[in-house]
């Protein structure tokens, strides 16, 4: 039975409107299913009986595709603009049309990695004194949807029209000025007000808010660096103040330098104080080794980790990458797939904790999922808008993102099962491509956090252990969302989320019951060390995983001696995990709250059914990817 916390996140993220309401399950994995036959159906001629099958093992949730084509596939929008059925994407960031594309997929959905490169990129010719806005005071849509420039006695105007397609190359326009203006006239009087559907993505408007701000900063940026090249960390504001345009919904992006060049411990040192440059919080920033660094070398990253009192810098095993994946230039934002520069990847994962006691149905849906996650990249990415080498890297590489979730329910699994396990998913791949005559993929396995998709389908987290037996899960939700009234006249604690006041946390008890856990007084919790973490993500690096596992690692301070020892021993079995010191500080609301069993049946007992019929959802689908804290670079 499909518990209320997986019916309500799959009706706030992925079931969309309809002319009566709102989709069932059903009919979002209908829509999928329709787009999974159009792919294969302009590929070649599609097989109606296994797209049945698939049909049934996501209706049941033992599989699923990206949380991108549970939102978006079969819609016009989905047709029209390939692109946005992707998760992951990676690019060096070094000319402006570098910049255009990112802004694009960010508005698609698409979670955007990128490395900054010196060279191209430079200030404006002269400093550009007065900066106006003009901002809007339209209450629908209606505005033209192309973008309008002038120049005229020393004024300078760019008029942003009301389309994710102006909106990417406005920001193009602003890059490429090389006039001597005196005054720039940012002109967003086109763009619809701020709440107002997409009729066709299907997502909320922000409005010309963050739009105003972002550019606003970015024309501070390239005054600053007049006549003058930018620097990787003026590429990285600039990327992450384009991050934040996109305030009603969530599109995850990473930045990567390479260790020991110019700018790279600045970079390390990005987020130290967010307070002064909240913007950096876009992006999770990560350092790569091109060679295995020395103790000295990873002692002095852990020290900035700390020292930043969060999770960065990350650190990817660039050497490593290159020999699962040659064309390696870079990650996606939980850093689970090896991406070329200009290239992407789609995902889809298999749940473990739905095949117990059924082998052959797990090998059945493993071969399943691989061919319908093939089918993903049989895309067409000449859009008008990103460059043509987008395509052609995608028509070779070809790469797949087949993961599992629930992996901490099936403990009783071998290093031989999971090999088993990845070639089942390799050949599945492999028998679509050839059926098709297209490429092969490059690469097909990976694991990703499973944040979103592994609450709809009532399991564990990719491959973490849950913190506890019993636990209170809270949960975002936009503070309009029609839902909220719902689920507190159920009996669910609701609150406004102290940190942001435009959400609100709903509480969902949650229980692992095929799970063993360590007993502290009366609490089940999870007390796995740094290296038991780490010795599962080289059972599964060595066994199942082509191209990495996520897996964030929480650690003691007193951990970090045997953690860089481990890394030494392993790292031609390591490219990235993220490592989270585990600190004394008590904040409100945490994702995950153990609690005792009684404190956990007393919430239960006093929960009623909840009523979703003829809701509407205002809150807009997330990196599933990277919710809850599980990413492996933050």
């Not at 408007?205 to 620097?231: C, H, W, Y």
């Not at 993961?403 to 099936?410: D, Q, V």
């Not at 099962?417 to 050949?427: F, Q, T, W």
Request: one cysteine or more; proline letters at 3%; aromatic letters at 8%.
């Amino acid at each position: 039975m499909t518990s209320v916390r997986a019916q309500v996140i799959t009706r706030r993220t992925y079931n969309r409107p309809t002319d009566t309401g709102y989709e069932t399950w059903e009919q979002t994995v209908d829509r999928v299913i329709h787009h999974q036959a159009w792919l294969w159906d302009r590929a070649g001629t599609s097989d109606i009986t296994e797209l049945v099958e698939l049909r049934e093992l996501m209706i049941s949730r033992k599989v699923m595709v990206s949380g991108r084509t549970l939102w978006l596939g079969g819609t016009d929008v989905a047709k029209k603009r390939e692109a946005s059925q992707f998760n992951c994407s990676h690019l060096k960031v070094e000319t402006i049309h570098d910049v255009v594309d990112s802004l694009w997929l960010l508005l698609q959905g698409c979670g955007v990695g990128f490395t900054p490169v010196v060279g191209t990129l430079s200030g404006f010719t002269s400093p550009i004194r007065n900066i106006q806005v003009l901002r809007s005071k339209r209450t629908k849509k209606g505005g033209h949807e192309g973008n309008k420039e002038s120049s005229d006695n020393g004024t300078w105007t760019i008029t942003v029209g009301d389309s994710a397609e102006a909106w990417a190359k406005s920001i193009g326009k602003v890059l490429a000025y090389k006039g001597k203006a005196t005054n720039f006239v940012l002109d967003l009087t086109q763009l619809r007000p701020a709440g107002q559907r997409l009729s066709g993505y299907g997502w909320i408007s922000s409005g010309d808010g963050p739009m105003s701000r972002a550019f606003t900063e970015i024309v501070g940026i390239l005054n600053k660096k007049s006549g003058q090249l930018l620097g990787k960390m003026d590429i990285l504001d600039i990327m992450n103040w384009l991050g934040t345009v996109l305030s009603s919904r969530r599109s995850a992006e990473i930045a990567l330098v390479y260790h020991d060049t110019p700018e790279w411990e600045e970079f390390a040192r990005a987020k130290e104080d967010l307070s002064s440059s909240p913007h950096r919080a876009q992006s999770n920033n990560s350092i790569v080794f091109w060679k295995e660094p020395s103790h000295e070398q990873l002692e002095q990253l852990f020290k900035i980790i700390s020292e930043s009192g969060g999770s960065e810098p990350g650190f990817i095993n660039g050497e490593e990458a290159r020999k699962r994946a040659p064309w390696f230039s870079g990650v996606n934002p939980c850093a689970e797939i090896l991406l070329g520069n200009k290239s992407f990847c789609n995902l889809s994962e298999v749940d473990l904790s739905k095949f117990r006691d059924d082998s052959g149905g797990l090998e059945r849906a493993m071969y399943i999922i691989a061919r319908a996650n093939y089918r993903q990249t049989l895309v067409n990415l000449d859009d008008g808008i990103l460059q043509r080498t987008w395509h052609e890297n995608n028509e070779y590489l070809r790469l797949c993102g087949v993961g599992l979730t629930g992996i901490a329910t099936r403990q009783d699994l071998s290093q031989y099962d999971y090999k088993r396990l990845r070639n089942i998913a390799v050949h599945g791949a492999y028998s679509m491509a050839d059926e098709l005559g297209t490429q092969r993929p490059k690469n097909v396995t990976t694991i990703k956090p499973s944040g979103t998709l592994s609450k709809i389908m009532d399991t564990t987290e990719g491959c973490h252990k849950p913190m506890g037996k019993y636990i209170f899960n809270n949960v975002n939700f936009s503070i309009n969302d029609p839902m909220l009234p719902r689920l507190r006249e159920a009996g669910y604690h609701v609150v406004i989320n102290p940190t942001d006041e435009h959400n609100a946390i709903v509480t969902f008890p949650v229980s692992w019951e095929n799970i063993r856990f360590d007993k502290e007084g009366d609490l089940y919790v999870n007390n796995e060390t740094a290296i038991e973490q780490l010795s599962r993500y080289k059972l599964l690096m060595d066994s199942y995983v082509e191209q990495n596992c996520s897996i964030t690692i929480s650690y003691k301070e007193d951990e970090v001696p045997a953690i860089r020892d481990w890394l030494k021993s392993n790292w031609s079995s390591y490219v990235g995990v993220s490592f989270l010191p585990i600190t004394n500080t008590v904040y409100e609301y945490l994702p995950q709250e153990v609690v005792t069993e009684a404190r956990y049946k007393e919430y239960v007992a006093q929960l009623t059914e909840v009523d979703l019929s003829d809701t509407d959802s205002t809150h807009e689908i997330e990196n599933d990817e990277c919710e809850s804290g599980v990413c492996p670079v933050k």
